[in-house]
């Protein structure tokens, strides 16, 4: 059973880069029709898919935070990971990281996700 | 973007009611839409995609249907269990969208 796990730093200063990493435990990043995405919600709000990326490299991202996000992908660590730049405190949030079906669209599994704070 | 709009955003019932969830989409989707449950610090679960599957293990008090715009959720006989927030959500174009939520609570 495909398990997925966020790990980063809670704090991010006003300004800096945001960085987590997304550990897929259970089965290989690289099989499948699958992407690998992000997605966050800001506390007691809805959800904002972020972004995604396949196992050989391709992505997509939300035009919203094309120009500060950045998606890779290590297969030989069975992870990936998210960067989002120029943060400020709008981007306080649990941040999730999905496995994505190509054919039906959906979310599953979700990692328990991660609170990131912007604040100085 | 294609907006996904829930109605209402919570709602109150009893164990045992017939609850309808309203999804509608800001333009035409096909079956590109599935519904998640979430409970206070939890990450979203699958429930039911393109519009009418439940997902392994979803119990059958929970049914799906729509097309186009017009999507809905319904729990037949709703459960202690199934007080949460649930969220539409389409795949038909990028970016992905999800609707705002809701909330279902105990009355």
């Known amino acids: 059973q495909v398990q997925l796990q966020e790990s980063g730093p809670g704090l991010v200063k006003p300004s800096q880069t945001l960085s987590l990493t997304c550990s897929v435990s259970?089965?290989?990043?690289?099989?499948?029709?699958?992407?690998w995405s992000w997605i966050r919600q800001p506390a007691g709000e809805g959800m904002e898919w972020i972004g995604r990326i396949y196992s050989s490299g391709n992505t997509d991202y939300n035009p919203s935070l094309e120009s500060r996000v950045t998606i890779s992908i290590d297969p030989s660590k069975n992870q990936f990971s998210l960067s989002l730049s120029s943060v400020t405190a709008a981007d306080t949030a649990v941040y999730y990281c999905?496995?994505?079906?190509?054919?039906?669209?959906?979310?599953?599994?979700w990692g328990q996700g991660t609170l990131v704070t912007v604040s100085s | 973007d294609i907006q996904m709009t829930q109605s209402p955003s919570s709602l109150s019932a009893s164990v045992g009611d017939r609850v309808t969830i309203t999804c509608r989409a800001s333009?035409?989707?096909?079956?590109?839409l599935n519904w998640y449950q979430q409970k206070p610090g939890r990450p979203p679960k699958l429930l039911i995609y393109v519009v009418s599957t439940l997902q392994s293990g979803v119990p059958s008090r929970f049914s799906g249907s729509g097309s186009g715009t017009d999507f809905t959720l319904t729990i037949s006989s709703l459960q202690p269990e199934d007080f949460a927030t649930y969220y539409c959500q389409q795949s038909y174009s990028l970016p992905l969208t999800f609707g705002g939520g809701t909330k279902v609570e105990i009355k």
């Open positions: 999905a496995r994505y079906d190509s054919s039906s669209g959906w979310f599953d599994p």
């Open positions: 333009q035409s989707m096909s079956n590109y």
């Open positions: 259970g089965g290989s990043i690289s099989s499948g029709s699958y992407y």
